[in-house]
C-alpha cells in the first residue's frame, strides 16, 4: 500500500512538473496575444468600478457607461504614448550635450588627479571614459522607452480585448454572496487599490523631479509608477533611475543630486511603508523570495512587460488560492508561512 502510495505521488510530482513546462511554452509561444490580454484585464479590472459609478449616479445606459470608459482607457494610453515618444526624442537630441558637459567634467577632474605618475595618458583616458556613461544611460532608457513603446504599439488590441472583457458578463456586477463573487471583488479592490497607489507615486515623482529641473521627468515619474507594481525592488529602482541623467546635465549641482535621491525616496519610503500596507491589507501577503522567483519567471518569459506584471498576476494567484481549501496551503507557502494552518 505505501508502495502504490509513492508511485503516485512520484507520477503527480512529474504530471505536475510536465504541466508547467507545457504552460511556460505555451506562455512563451503566445505572447504576443497573451501580454496585450493581461494588459486589458488589469485595465479592465480597474476600469470596471467606472461604469458601475457611471450607471448608479449618473443613471447612465450601460452602452453609455461603457463607451465612456472605453474613451478615457483610449485617451490614457494615448497620454503615455506621447510621454514616452516626447522623451525618447529629447533623450535623442541632447546626447551631444550631454556628452560635451561630461567631457568638461572628466577632464577637469583628470587635471586635478596625479594620472600621469601611474603611466596613463588623461586625454586618451577620458576620450574612452565619456563613450561608458553616456552610452549606458541612453541605452537603457532608450531599451526601456522602447519596450514601453512596443506594448503601446499592441494598444489597438488591448482595447479590442478590453471591449470584450467589459462588455462581458464576468465584469459586470454580481452577486458577492458566492465564493467566485468574493473572488472576484477582492481581485477587483486589490488591482484598484495598486493601480491608485502606483498612479499617486508616479504623480508625485515625477511633480517632485520637474520642479527640481531634471530632465525627462515625466518619463521617469511613468516609470515610477509602472515600477510600483513590483514591491521594494522596483521603488530602490525607480528611486535610483534618474541619477546617472542628473549627472551627465550640464545644470546639476549637488544640492540637486542629493534632492534627486531624497525627494523621491521619502515619497516611495512613505507610499510603501505607510499608506500602501493601510490600502492594500493583506492582499500583498507574499514573501520577497515568492516575488523574486516570480519576477524571474515572468521577465524570462515576457521580458519587460513580464517583469511588470510579475506582481499582480502573483498577487492575484495568491488571492484565488487562499479562497479553495485544497489550494490553501499553497497560498501560505507563497506568503512564507510553511507551517500555517491552511487558510479559510
Known amino acids: 500500500m505505501n508502495g502504490t502510495q509513492s508511485e503516485q505521488r512520484v507520477q503527480t510530482v512529474c504530471l505536475l512538473l510536465l504541466t508547467t513546462a507545457v504552460m511556460a511554452a505555451s506562455l512563451y509561444w503566445l505572447r504576443p496575444v497573451m501580454i496585450p490580454f493581461v494588459m486589458a484585464l488589469l485595465f479592465a479590472l480597474i476600469l470596471s468600478p467606472l461604469v458601475d459609478l457611471q450607471m448608479r449616479y449618473l443613471r447612465a445606459p450601460r452602452a453609455v457607461a461603457l463607451i465612456g470608459t472605453l474613451l478615457l482607457g483610449f485617451l490614457g494610453l494615448l497620454f503615455v504614448g506621447a510621454v514616452v515618444s516626447d522623451s525618447v526624442n529629447q533623450l535623442s537630441g541632447n546626447v551631444q550635450a550631454y556628452k560635451e558637459h561630461l567631457d568638461s567634467v572628466l577632464q577637469s577632474a583628470a587635471q586635478r588627479l596625479p594620472l600621469e605618475r601611474f603611466g596613463i595618458d588623461p586625454s586618451r583616458s577620458v576620450g574612452s571614459l ?90 521617469f515619474g511613468f516609470l515610477a509608477f509602472l515600477l510600483n507594481f513590483i514591491p521594494t525592488i522596483g521603488s530602490i529602482v525607480a528611486t535610483l533611475l534618474p541619477l546617472p541623467m542628473v549627472l551627465i546635465s550640464p545644470d546639476a549641482t549637488l544640492t540637486t543630486v542629493l534632492l534627486v535621491l531624497a525627494i523621491p525616496g521619502l515619497i516611495q519610503f512613505t507610499i510603501g511603508n505607510v499608506i500602501a500596507p493601510k490600502v492594500m491589507g493583506d492582499a500583498l501577503d507574499l514573501h520577497p523570495v515568492t516575488i523574486l522567483l516570480a519576477l524571474i519567471f515572468w521577465g524570462m518569459l515576457w521580458g519587460i512587460p513580464g517583469a511588470l506584471l510579475a506582481t499582480p498576476i502573483t498577487a492575484i494567484m495568491k488571492l484565488m488560492l487562499t479562497r479553495m481549501e485544497l489550494t490553501a496551503p499553497l497560498s501560505n507557502w507563497m506568503a512564507g508561512r510553511f507551517s500555517a494552518a491552511p487558510a479559510r
Open 130 to 219: 565619456v563613450k561608458v556613461p553616456v552610452q549606458t544611460v541612453g541605452g537603457v532608457l532608450l531599451g526601456t522607452t522602447n519596450a514601453i513603446l512596443d506594448v503601446l504599439s499592441r494598444g489597438l488590441l488591448v482595447l479590442i480585448f478590453l471591449l470584450f472583457l467589459l462588455t462581458g458578463e464576468g465584469f459586470s456586477r454580481r452577486s458577492e454572496d458566492s465564493t467566485s463573487g468574493q473572488v472576484a471583488a477582492q481581485i477587483k479592490r486589490y488591482v484598484l487599490a495598486q493601480a491608485v497607489i502606483s498612479a499617486a507615486t508616479g504623480l508625485l515623482v515625477g511633480f517632485s523631479l520637474a520642479l527640481l529641473g531634471v530632465p525627462l521627468a515625466l518619463l
